[in-house]
């Protein structure tokens, strides 16, 4: 089974400012078949990005995905009020398709 | 509007069981792999169970393997898991999801239901 690591758990910052937020897999996740996915309180997770980098339908160019092998980073560039959130990493390169423990993005 | 739509959550005692349901809508659902994943109060996401497109190939997580089933009827549109041996930690709001691309066997999950919870209580 591979684990996936996210870092830090919790990111305070401000509006506008940039964020970075990583995840780290205990083996090689193949061809890159890791997911990104934002959850808001009360709602369930909006897929944000597939195959490390590749956007969504309809999720803004503020946020980016990069990464491959072990170490992975969804970046949001500026951040905007609505992307306060719980962010969560997941790899489907095989079975079990496991999530990491997520990332809390709070304001500062 | 692709949708899923959840019910059957609810109260159950320590060993008993449930039935959970998902319906589907908007796409063409008898294409897609489809997934249970749950989240217990407070806590992160956890993958529970797979199952392909024409029911072929289905998966389980360990912590749930041997008590719950994963189903699904494409003329209905409709996803199923049967739970049994019901345990307090399975307390959790499980949501159904959709495999991204009919294609491939493992996707990322690009359509989610609004989740029923489902409380094992005595």
């Known amino acids: 089974e591979i684990v996936l690591t996210q870092s830090p758990g919790t990111l305070s910052l401000s509006p506008g400012e940039r964020a970075t937020l990583s995840c780290r897999a205990s083996?090689?996740?193949?061809?890159?078949?890791l997911a990104w996915y934002q959850q808001k309180p009360g709602q369930a997770p909006r897929l944000l990005f597939y195959?490390?980098?590749s956007r969504a339908t309809g999720i803004p160019d503020r946020f980016s995905g990069s990464g491959s092998g072990t170490d992975f980073t969804l970046t949001i560039s500026r951040l905007e009020p609505e992307d306060f959130a719980v962010y969560y990493c997941?790899?489907?390169?095989?079975?079990?398709?496991?999530f990491g423990q997520g990332t809390k993005v709070e304001i500062k | 509007e692709v949708q899923l739509v959840e019910s059957g959550g609810g109260l159950v005692k320590p060993g008993g069981s449930l039935r959970l349901s998902c319906a589907a809508s908007?796409?063409?659902?008898?294409?897609?792999?489809m997934n249970w994943v749950r989240q217990a109060p407070g806590k992160g996401l956890e993958w529970v169970s797979s199952?392909?497109?024409?029911?072929?190939?289905?998966y389980y997580a360990d912590s749930v393997k041997g008590r719950f089933t994963i189903s699904r009827d494409n003329a209905k549109n409709s996803l199923y898991l049967q739970m049994n041996s019901l345990r307090a930690e399975d307390t959790a709001v499980y949501y159904c999801?959709?495999?991204?691309?009919?294609?491939?066997?493992?996707?990322?999950?690009?359509?989610w239901g609004q989740g029923t919870m489902v409380t094992v209580s005595s």
């Open positions: 999801a959709r495999d991204r691309s009919p294609v491939r066997v493992y996707d990322a999950f690009d359509v």
């Open positions: 908007g796409f063409t659902f008898s294409s897609h792999s």
């Open positions: 199952i392909s497109s024409s029911s072929s190939y289905i």
């Open positions: 083996q090689s996740v193949s061809s890159s078949y």
């Open positions: 195959g490390a980098s």
């Open positions: 997941q790899q489907y390169g095989g079975s079990p398709r496991t």
